[in-house]
Each structure stands twice: as C-alpha cells, then as structure tokens.
C-alpha cells in the first residue's frame, strides 16, 4: 500500500511543480499579498511613527507652558511628535484644514489664570479629517492633561477646606499628600500581537493554503473525466493506496508552501513567526486541517470545475470568517464566537502567543482546536471518499 501510494503522490507533485498556476496560488500570490499588507499597515503599529502638530500658545502663562513644555516637549522627544509653533488660532486652523499638520494645540488668551483661579478654563484641539489616528492621540494628550489640571484642583481645595488661611507651601504639600481617585497600573500582557508584517504573512499563507492542498483531492476528479482513474482501478493498485496517494499529495504541497512562505517572509519581510518547533505544530495542524476540508468540499462536486467553485467558496469564506486579512476577533460578540469555528483563528492566535515570548507548549490547545476540525473534517470526507474511486 505504501509503496503504490508514494508513487502516485510523486507523479503527482511533479506534475503540480510544473503547473505554474499551482506555484503562483501556493507561493507568489500569498508573497505578493503579505507585502502589500504588510508594508501597508505597518506604519499604523510601528513605535517610531510621528505626528506633526501645531500649537499656538497665545496664553504663555505657567500652566499654558507647562502644558506646552513639559507635556508636550516630553511627546516630542519620546520621537512621537514634531511640534510647530504658530501666532495665532487662524494660523493653527489653516495647517490643520490644509492637512499639513495631524492636528492643532490652542491655548487661548486667560487659559492659566482660569486655571489657577478654579474657573472653566478651554485647551482647543484641531484636527486634519483625513489624519484620525493623529488627531485621536491628540484628544487623549488633551484629555489627559486636563484630567491632571482638575485633579490638582481638587486636591487644592481639599487641601484649603476649613477655612484656614495657611502659606502656600503648606497648601502644596498638603496638595500633593491628597491620594489619586483612580491609578493607573502597566501590567505587562501574556500574550503578545503579531506586528502586520507577521500577521499578514501568517493570515495570506493559511489563507491559500486551502486553496493550495486542493490540488491532491481534486486530481481524482481530473483523472476520472479523463479516464485514467479506470486504469489505476485496473491495475494491481487498492483504492486506498490511491486515496492516500492524493492526499499525500495535498500534504506535501501544502507543508512545501508553508514552509517556503516562512521562509521567505522572515528573510525579506522580516515576519517574526517564532519558536521554529512551535510553528511546525501549528503548520502540521493546519495542513492537515485544509486537508480534510478541501477533501470533503471535493466529494460533494461532480466535476472538477464544480470542486473549484466550491473549494474556493469555501476558502474564501473561512479565510474572511476565520481574520486571516483583518482581525475579526477585536469584533467581539458573535463574530469573535464565530471565527473560534475556523482553523484559521487558531493557527494566527497560536503564533500570537508564540511572539509573547511562549514555549511550544503554548500552542497544543490552539494546535489541537486546529486538530479537531481535521478530525471532523477529514472523517468526514474519507467516508465519502470511496464514491471518487468507484469504476
């Protein structure tokens, strides 16, 4: 039986190798795609992007300069920010309209002394319509500086209550001894998100392997219209050697393209997949998920057209629901349910644990969620199977 099948699932890859349209859907359009995404999108996480933003400080009291100085100037030399100072608000409106700015700081006239006299005091903030990312970090530089003015007024009057008149060292101290409402802790996360170069290698090589592991199954379609089936049934060859020959074949073609996939995305990509071993079970798992999948679409066609159709169909659907282009699961509800039914969620949340800094064993229950949709898959398709090898 061995034997019989290696020989079929040998013809068959080299007939695959020089099918270009196999190469092209198994390695370059998946390449191809990952670069586009990748280089796209990669500047939307990249820790060194930077905002330019104007800032019209018309106030130039202590607490408009601290704001300017300190909170911005701390922005801009962290590498996130390029401040450009500006006379006016008119000034400030323009740049940002124009889109020469991400967004515009205003700090009108009396800003400070509302704000040490406890009054409503109003920090503007200009946004570019066409530049949302920079104009929302703005918001939150606002927003949070805000936060901290009226907490140290609250702290001042706490600390003034009763009437007492006191020096104001005195209140200062008595301020800074006032306990925060609410505190913010950085608790370092277990798991870790791909960054888009790796997420868009990853999600565009499970994504066409389902279309690349259908080359083995379908074949049995080809070779039945053309009617060397029959010669194989004639032969001294059992139908389960032929079965486990084109399923070989999926296999191999599928483990060969992923593994040219990483390959080639980690050398000129620079894709981060992880613990090599730790891959390997995920990459095993997903083929063989592709597998059984492919295999049973292929049992319900008819012809190898109809099994093209709904392969692809098929593909297309788990690849969208399962966030292999973007990700699904930050969706949440029943999407993220949903995308939990394909392998393609798993195998992206395995690598992610895998780029948190995990061992192996982080992956086995992503792996083995893969596997049980192999299994039910592929019990499924090899019951059916038979009636693709009948004379």
Same mark, same amino acid.
């Given at each position: 039986? +061995? ?44 820790? &060194?992007? #930077? ?14 300069? &601290? ?72 918001? &939150? ?16 009057? #706490? ?11 005195? +209140? ?17 996360? #277990? ?55 084109? +399923? ?50 292929? #049992? ?39 995308? +939990? ?20 064993? &982080? ?29």
């Amino acid at each position: 039986m +061995l034997g019989p099948a290696l020989t079929i699932a040998g013809k068959d890859f080299r007939q695959r190798l020089r099918d270009r349209s196999a190469i092209l859907i198994a390695i370059v359009a998946p390449l191809i795609l990952a670069s586009i995404f990748g280089l796209t999108l990669s500047g939307v996480s990249d820790e &060194s992007i #930077t905002f330019d933003y104007a800032v019209a400080d018309l106030d130039r009291g202590p607490v408009a300069r &601290s704001f300017v100085d300190d909170v911005l100037g701390s922005v801009q030399q962290a590498g996130y920010a390029e401040l450009r100072g500006v006379p006016s608000a008119e000034e400030a409106r323009r740049l940002a309209d124009a889109g020469d700015v991400a967004a515009a700081f205003v700090l009108p006239v009396g800003f400070s002394a509302a704000v040490a006299n406890g009054r409503p005091a109003r920090l503007q903030v200009i946004g570019d319509p066409d530049a949302p990312i920079g104009t929302l970090v703005a918001r &939150s530089i606002a927003d949070s500086f805000a936060s901290d003015v009226t907490f140290v007024q609250v702290a001042v009057a #706490t600390a003034a209550a009763g009437g007492a008149v006191r020096p104001p060292a005195e +209140l200062a101290d008595r301020a800074a001894a006032v306990p925060r409402p609410v505190g913010i802790a950085d608790v370092s996360a #277990t798991k870790k998100e791909l960054d888009p170069t790796t997420f868009y290698a990853a999600g565009m090589a499970v994504f066409f392997l389902f279309f690349t592991v259908q080359f083995g199954v379908s074949s049995l379609l080809d070779e039945r219209r053309e009617g060397t089936l029959r010669r194989l049934l004639a032969a001294p060859i059992s139908r389960t050697s032929i079965l486990a020959g084109k +399923l070989t074949t999926s296999f191999v073609l599928g483990i060969v393209s992923m593994a040219v996939l990483i390959a080639t995305t980690s050398f000129l990509l620079g894709a981060e997949w992880g613990s090599p071993l730790g891959v390997a079970v995920l990459v095993v798992a997903g083929v063989l998920a592709a597998t059984g999948a492919m295999a049973l679409v292929a #049992t319900l066609a008819k012809t190898p057209e109809q099994a093209g159709y709904w392969q692809s169909i098929v593909a297309l659907v788990l690849g969208l629901l399962g966030g292999a282009f973007f990700p699904v699961a930050q969706a949440g509800g029943l999407m993220e349910k949903a995308s +939990l039914l394909t392998p393609h969620a798993w195998f992206l949340r395995g690598l992610g644990d895998l780029a948190g800094g995990a061992g192996t064993a &982080s992956v086995l229950p992503a792996a083995g969620a893969i596997l049980l949709f192999a299994v039910v898959t592929g019990t499924v398709a090899l019951l059916r199977l038979g009636k693709l090898v009948e004379p």
